[in-house]
């Protein structure tokens, strides 16, 4: 599925689906889609977007104005003042949720980002490399949670004590890990 739309000249990314609804006054759930890795990332997004859209395949997006969000299990609990009841809702389940390009690469771009890291390399200055970024957690503390090729993965704390250096040119964290860290 392509995650860039354009429209009327503007490009779009989709970076979420409604799946269900939420309430009787026309809540509703986004899952976030793969590449925006956690609900976190998605609830930072939703925040820091200009203009929210819903989008079906072929028609003309709708411009949204959230009201309210909040993170469920894997989802974003959000309300629309363009879905004003449980009616509407039903009827936008299955849509996605697009942002205008600038807004989302603005996003990449910003401190606040984090998900610019997933498929870094991560290098420890005493245990070697470690694996690679394959996701990240913002509950709580940051955790990157590095594929080290076991099915297990290694979690790492993003904490500026641990982290040495990030070369965004060859797209690698530097980290000076305690020792003990990984039992």
């Keep these: ?3 860039l739309i354009v429209v009327a000249g503007r490009e779009l990314i ?11 006054r026309g809540g509703v759930k986004i899952t976030p889609l793969f590449f925006m890795s956690t609900d976190e990332f998605l609830d930072i997004l939703l925040n820091y977007a200009e203009d929210i859209y819903l989008y079906s395949d072929g028609a003309f997006p709708k411009k949204l104005t959230l009201t309210s969000h909040r993170l469920g299990k ?10 004003p009841d449980l009616k509407e809702a039903k009827n936008s ?5 697009v942002v205008d390009r600038k807004d989302y690469d603005a996003y990449l771009k910003s401190t606040d980002s984090m998900i610019k ?8 200055i005493s245990l ?3 694996g690679t970024i394959a996701n ?6 940051k955790l990157l949670i590095i594929d080290d090729g076991t099915c297990d993965g290694k979690l790492v704390p993003f904490v500026p004590q641990f982290i040495e250096a990030i070369d965004d040119e060859k797209k ?12």
Excluded: W
């Design 74 to 83: 894997g989802t974003i609990k959000a309300s629309f003042g363009e879905i």
């Design 1 to 3: 599925m392509e995650q």
């Design 93 to 97: 389940v299955g849509r996605s949720v």
């Design 136 to 141: 990240i957690s913002r509950r709580g503390q």
């Design 128 to 130: 070697g490399r470690l």
């Design 14 to 24: 989709k970076i979420g689906k409604l799946t269900s609804t939420v309430g009787i």
């Design 172 to 183: 690698c964290v530097k980290t000076n890990l305690p020792e003990g860290i990984f039992g």
């Design 117 to 124: 890291y997933i498929g870094y390399s991560v290098e420890d």
